[in-house]
């Protein structure tokens, strides 16, 4: 298969006609101005051939002078950027014979004076990243605006959310990933991390709180009474006990599981307690190595994957928070919008309020982008290099000139005037060393 054609290097710069112009207007004058010098010589001399008349070989002497001058600078600059005249004179089209010298000069120049390590770093330092951080985040316009942000690109990525190709792609990956997981090792592995320095203690305490909790309300009491008692009344009418005694043994026994549920969870070493956390272990064990229980928690995995109903009420559920975003993101007084303005203005100030946690973080993207200044100061070395030598010799020339040209042909003009100023002080002191030598 054939390799496709390189593309050409892209055109430098802009639209570069008002320089062209500004370049051209100054050509013209550094021009009218060795022009002039010129007119001077000539018609001076023809005027006085031996330059007797004083004022004449003066004006003969800085014009001569003008000339040398603008013609010496048109030389120089001329040969910059070509070959003058088109003569093949040694040192001329300097730029478009050492454009890969240029290259490498410039990027050297830039990486090795701008991108050094202790630069880029003392840079970093003096910006003080985390205090600029916390000062934007505190400021009520700054969170307004990262407010604003996120509400401007929402309904994008809302459609995106809401794409069904989308959807159907991460439900199918998801799918593929779940249905390749071991859940008895993860399981395994995840009740051992939990369990590891009693970490589940609190995670135990904790759900026992809820449904002792849960248990201690009316309705629960109600609930859990009326089951009971229906159970203990089918029981207890064959030994002729009143309804009312039934309800009584049924509301002692309501208060002692809730009972029996709050010193669980208030004292670690209950029996029950112990008992049940003696078999943690071994389950954990059962989880690795039996493989009937593995195969079951696979089969119970595999069932959740397969199960439509579950599937369809996760995609209810994503729609209807996806419909209240959008509902809320379309409300002036969106919760969403204020949440992240309160939550940007509240880091910035708890931020710059902590010199410590300011001072690490500043220390932590100094460390962070130490390592990768160096690297990335040599690709950023090659890619100017590359750049510069993708880039034509006339193209570069051409832009060069556009750049500094106007500058240059200044330097033209001058040479002409101060050529003309320093030919009249030469032939002024040359009058007056004449002189002197005459009065000795």
């Known amino acids: ?12 710069g802009v639209d570069n006609a008002a320089r062209a112009e500004k370049l051209a207007r100054k050509k013209r004058l550094a021009l009218l101005a060795l022009l002039l010098a010129c007119a001077c010589f000539i018609g001076l001399t023809i005027y006085d051939p031996s330059h007797q008349i004083p ?28 070959r003058p005249l088109g003569l093949k004179i040694p040192h001329t089209a300097i730029i478009p014979r050492s454009k890969d010298k240029i290259a490498r000069n410039l990027a050297d120049f830039i990486c090795d004076h701008f991108l050094g390590k202790d630069h880029v770093l003392e840079k970093i330092r003096e910006f003080d990243p985390a205090d600029r951080l916390a000062k934007h985040c505190a400021s009520p316009e700054t969170s307004a605006k990262i407010a604003d942000l996120v509400v401007k690109f929402a309904p994008r990525l809302m459609y995106l959310l809401d794409s069904a ?32 320095d ?9 759900l026992l709180n809820d449904i002792a909790d849960f248990t201690d309300s009316d309705e629960t009491r109600n609930m859990l009474a009326d089951k009971i008692a229906g159970e203990l009344w089918s ?24 009972e029996l549920i709050q ?65 809320d993101f379309a409300n002036p007084q969106s919760e969403i919008r204020r949440a992240i303005t309160g939550a940007s203005r509240n880091i910035g100030h708890k931020l710059d309020a902590d010199a410590d946690m300011k001072n690490w973080l500043n220390r932590w993207i100094m460390e962070t982008i130490d390592p990768y200044i160096d690297e990335y100061r040599e690709k950023i070395r090659d890619f100017i290099m590359q750049r510069v030598k993708a880039w034509s010799a006339d193209e570069l020339t051409a832009q060069l000139e556009l750049a500094m ?7 033209r003009l ?16 040359m009058q007056l060393i004449g002189w002197a030598v005459g009065q000795m």
């Open 263 to 327: 010193d669980l969870a208030e004292n670690k070493d209950h029996e029950l307690r112990q008992r049940f956390e003696s078999k943690i272990p071994a389950f954990i064990d059962r989880l690795n190595t039996d493989p009937a229980l593995r195969i079951r928690l696979d089969q119970f995995r595999d069932r959740m994957l397969e199960n439509q109903e579950l599937s369809e009420y996760i995609a209810h559920i994503w729609r209807k928070a996806l419909v209240w975003i959008k509902q």
């Open 1 to 12: 298969m054939a390799e496709p054609a390189m593309r050409a290097a892209p055109r430098i």
């Open 55 to 82: 004022w004449v070989a003066l004006l003969v002497a800085m014009s001569e002078a003008a000339m040398v001058g603008g013609l010496a600078d048109w030389f120089a600059i001329v040969a910059l950027f070509r």
């Open 165 to 196: 190709e989308l959807q159907e792609f991460v439900r199918a990956t998801t799918r593929e990933k779940l249905r390749d997981m071991d859940v008895g090792r993860l399981s395994a592995r995840f009740l051992t991390i939990l369990t590891q």
């Open 405 to 411: 040209g106007s500058d240059l042909q200044s330097i």
């Open 235 to 258: 029981v207890l009418r064959w030994v002729n006990l009143d309804k009312a005694v039934a309800d009584n043994i049924t509301e002692k026994v309501a208060v002692g599981l809730r």
């Open 414 to 429: 001058n040479g002409t005037l101060v050529g003309a100023l320093i030919g009249g002080v030469l032939f002024g002191v």
């Open 198 to 206: 009693g970490r589940h203690h609190e995670m135990v305490d904790s």
